[in-house]
């Protein structure tokens, strides 16, 4: 069945003390973009959440959100600088020694400086965040799938409708066509009769006037070849999905022959059918620009 590209999906992961949440939305675009947005300890693995979409998708924008325990706040933490703070002690219990000065160096005097305390960031093992990031973003991508599945089916459901009206004029135009010739052959009889009723007409060069008006408004190839693309556009929207640009070029395909159908059928009841096969054909050309 064919997939929509309009979706949105969430999904979380919770461990380890660690919670990730990945978030994915889809719109109609003509190729496949993707925009992400990581934690900033989290951007050298940018190429392979870039990789898994483009695997899963052949169109559509994607904006990808992916986030954990709301900031990068739980991938720091305090380390005290023991080195420092050895320096610190023995330079207080020089002054004390040298001065003569009186007082205990203890937890509250040390505490004072600082810089003995730093935020350092937790070394992390990067294959098992990016096994995480993979676990969390195929869950969210299974959830997009089956969003843009429904909407795929409603998708279906319309075009299908709306081709089976398409069919249905073309099969009336077809039954129409054979009195094209007889209405030209009509109307070229009265105008020579109205020219000069007295006037012998000559039926021999009346049939090959006939015959070659014929020919010009002869629109059996157009009609085959509509429905050709028709039963192809049946097939293709049959299938899963990366049929979107193949619907859209026999869209235009479709409206190529209609064109020339018109033009060339020249009667007043065709030109209404083609009327309202454009139409359909124009809401079926708004429906393919949304599928994959």
């Known amino acids: 069945m064919i997939q929509s590209m309009t979706g949105y999906a969430r999904s979380e992961w919770t461990g380890e003390g660690k919670s990730y949440v990945a978030e994915i939305r889809s719109v109609n675009h003509k190729y496949c973009d993707v925009s992400i947005k990581l934690p900033r300890t989290l951007l050298s693995l940018e190429g392979m959440v870039k990789g898994i979409i483009q695997k899963e998708f052949s169109r559509g924008k994607f904006d990808v959100i992916i986030s954990r325990n709301g900031s990068d706040d739980y991938a720091k933490r305090l380390v005290l600088d023991e080195e420092l703070v050895r320096q610190y002690f023995n330079i207080l219990q020089d002054l004390k020694a040298r001065f003569g000065l009186k007082g205990e160096i203890d937890i509250n005097l040390l505490s ?79 105008r020579i009769a109205a020219i000069n009723k007295s006037l012998k007409i000559d039926h021999a060069r009346l049939a090959q006037e006939v015959a070659l008006i014929a020919e010009r408004c002869d629109i059996t190839e157009e009609i085959v070849r509509f429905k050709s693309h ?50 359909e054909l124009e809401n079926i050309r708004e429906q393919v620009q949304n599928i994959e």
């Open 112 to 190: 004072g400086f600082s810089d003995m305390i730093k935020v350092s960031p937790v070394e992390e093992d990067e294959k098992e965040v990016a096994r995480i990031l993979k676990r969390v973003l195929h869950k969210a991508i299974i959830s997009l799938i089956e969003i843009r599945n429904r909407e795929g089916q409603a998708l279906y459901n319309d075009i299908a409708k709306r081709l089976n009206i398409v069919l249905k004029a073309i099969n009336k135009i077809e039954r129409l066509s054979g009195r094209v010739f007889l209405t030209y052959h009509k109307k070229l009889r009265e």
């Open 230 to 279: 028709v039963n192809q556009f049946k097939r293709f929207l049959s299938r899963d999905k990366g049929v979107g640009r193949k619907l859209d070029f026999l869209i235009q395909e479709m409206n190529r022959e209609v064109n020339t159908l018109g033009s060339k059928a020249n009667d007043a009841v065709i030109s209404i059918e083609v009327v309202n096969i454009k139409n």
